[in-house]
């Protein structure tokens, strides 16, 4: 502009890389005034070296803490320009190990017609995410009648979880000889030992097919509710 080359404003603005209303604001005889939010800022990136795995909310807290009044949505706008937000890192457990060498059978389930109880059994692995730790859940359901039938709680991720829950739902119910029991592929349900177990008490194996979580539904849909564990779900029945 002061050169005065000639171009238009339009150009200038393309050339500067400024946009319209930028242009119009600007004061040339105005001086550059500092940043109100610099302390702040300081304060907050001191916070965020100190404690890395703090959010917006943990640092609002810790400079109140400090003395300063602030609004979190000032903290939350001055962290994400500063690109000082968290992610957050949720844990995932794996529960079912299909990679391995033992026996898989094939899908009996999706033939049945169901007319009653213990003509079929689900069973499935999930988690329960505590304060401090994760909880493992082995559990067996009747088909028919919905009802968890055998379950198991405890702290690792082994073949005897799902064998005690096994055993519970053979103490109590006592099935005839014919009943399907199904599950996903998982080497807990493949095991030699879970295995004879089943086949001992002449019970027909079923897994899903691979890759399709849909032939396990019933029994998945309660592990994605975690599993609320109400006392009448293993009541006798």
């Not at 502009?1 to 040339?28: C, H, K, Q």
């Not at 949720?90 to 003509?119: C, I, M, W």
């Not at 919905?146 to 198991?152: E, K, M, N």
């Amino acid at each position: 502009m002061s050169a005065d080359p000639g171009l238009t404003i339009r150009r200038m603005l393309e050339l500067g890389r400024v946009n319209r209303s930028s242009f119009y604001r600007y004061d040339p005889e105005g001086k550059p005034t500092p940043d109100r939010d610099m302390g702040l800022r300081d304060a907050i990136q001191r916070i965020a070296l100190e404690w890395p795995c703090y959010g917006w909310p943990r640092i609002t807290a810790e400079l109140r803490h400090r003395g300063w009044t602030v609004n979190p949505k000032r903290v939350y706008r001055l962290m994400r320009e500063d690109n000082l937000l968290c992610a957050r890192k949720r844990k995932f457990l794996v529960t079912t190990d299909s990679n391995h060498n033992r026996t898989v059978y094939p899908n009996l389930a999706r033939e049945l017609v169901l007319t009653g109880v213990n003509q079929l059994w689900i069973a499935n692995l999930t988690y329960i995410r505590l304060l401090e730790e994760f909880a493992f859940l082995a559990a067996i359901l009747d088909a028919f009648s919905r009802r968890v039938i055998g379950w198991a709680l405890d702290r690792s991720l082994d073949d005897e979880l799902t064998l005690t829950a096994r055993r519970m739902a053979l103490a109590r119910r006592g099935p005839s000889p014919g009943l399907v029991h199904h599950s996903d592929r998982g080497s807990h349900y493949a095991s030699r030992d879970y295995v004879e177990l089943l086949t001992a008490h002449q019970i027909r194996i079923s897994m899903a097919r691979k890759g399709n979580p849909w032939d396990n539904a019933a029994c998945e849909y309660l592990s994605c509710s975690r599993w609320s564990l109400h006392s009448d779900w293993y009541t006798n029945s």
